[in-house]
């Protein structure tokens, strides 16, 4: 089942920003560095194309350290683009912020021409923690679940430095369903939008093919070899045993158990991950995007279909001929 998950804030958000990045000189895109193409918006790139714009890879003390290299190469490989990793917790890292956005636009700054960055990334990615160390102040609301900033907010860095920040923005219509359940699993999507278990299932799935050794070690689970033979719902179980998830009867509440494994993943506990691959996400976004345009040449074509119909109602005329029409119409 594919994951969606787009609230109305977001639509004002949406208006928000394509009237702001009218006035933009950088963008800066927080991403989760456990995940950078999944969590980068792809709405906001068609809205600031030709912006210069700083990819900011945060949470980098989460990721697996030789993906993230991967992942810079793969974004300042790309035109009017630099990319850094940071952990927005930390104060000299987040000053490059500012080095990398006069870097991008080095005709910007002073009174006469001030500096105008915006913020944008997906719920959660730690915008408002990033801003707050910026500020030295606590300017911006923090928290650690999806859709804490609800308005815009301007913030001055210094006198000819202005941030604005805006609400975590996810995107109408997610068309790589891999992407959905790795969002899901970082805590970008909100809760009441997808299935725990399904999720954890998911998650399960990436961690057994990549990271193996890190799951054996945090649940005490057997061999490579014995767990090659359990599906990842068995495998589910088995960590609700180890946590101690049982109901009566010696039952695994396999909802605590994904609550669990879902949790662990976020707070890093399991180990420094990350959930794709540079290669794996233009892959998965490929396969998306075809099944996106093979579902929307069908809905096009119904549509045809349904006007055709409509040009073709039967008249008082041809009234005998009416009902085979309309059955075969129907058989159609």
């Known amino acids: 089942m594919a994951i969606q998950w787009f609230p109305g804030h977001m639509h004002v958000t949406k208006k928000a920003v394509l009237e702001r990045a009218k006035d933009t000189d950088v963008v800066i895109e927080l991403l989760d560095a456990r995940l950078p193409g999944s969590s980068a918006n792809p709405m906001l790139a068609e809205i600031t194309q030709g912006i210069p714009t700083l990819k900011v890879l945060n949470k980098q003390d989460l990721a697996d350290p030789e993906s993230t290299a991967a992942w810079l190469a793969y974004y300042n490989a790309q035109p009017a683009t630099q990319a850094i990793a940071l952990d927005a917790s930390e104060l000299a890292p987040a000053q490059r912020l500012v080095a990398g956005c006069h870097i991008l636009a080095p005709n910007r700054g002073g009174m006469a021409k001030p500096m105008r960055v915006l913020v944008c990334g997906i719920p959660n990615v730690g915008k408002s923690t990033l801003i707050n160390t910026l500020k030295g102040k606590r300017a911006a609301k923090t928290g650690d679940e999806a859709g804490i900033t609800r308005i815009e907010q301007r913030i001055t860095i210094a006198d000819d430095f202005y941030l604005y920040d ?89 909802q605590k158990a994904a609550e669990i494994v879902i949790y662990e993943f976020r707070q890093g506990t399991l180990g420094r991950i990350t ?58």
């Open 166 to 254: 805006t609400p975590g923005m996810l995107w109408p219509r997610i068309v790589v369903p891999e992407s959905g359940y790795i969002l899901a699993a970082s805590g970008a999507i909100g809760r009441n939008a997808y299935d725990e278990e399904e999720v954890a299932l998911e998650l399960l799935a990436n961690l057994r093919r990549h990271y193996l050794p890190l799951l054996q070690a945090r649940y005490r689970l057997g061999s490579a070899e014995s767990l090659a033979d359990l599906d990842d719902a068995t495998l589910l179980e088995e960590i609700g045993r180890k946590r101690g998830t049982l109901l009566g009867g010696g039952r695994v509440n396999l």
């Open 275 to 332: 959930l794709e691959t540079p290669e794996e996400f233009t892959g998965w976004l490929a396969a998306g995007q075809a099944a996106d345009a093979k579902r929307q040449a069908k809905k096009d074509a119904r549509k045809k279909r349904g006007r055709g119909n409509a040009d073709n109602v039967p008249t008082d005329t041809d009234a005998v001929d009416g009902p085979a029409a309309d059955e075969e119409n129907n058989a159609s």
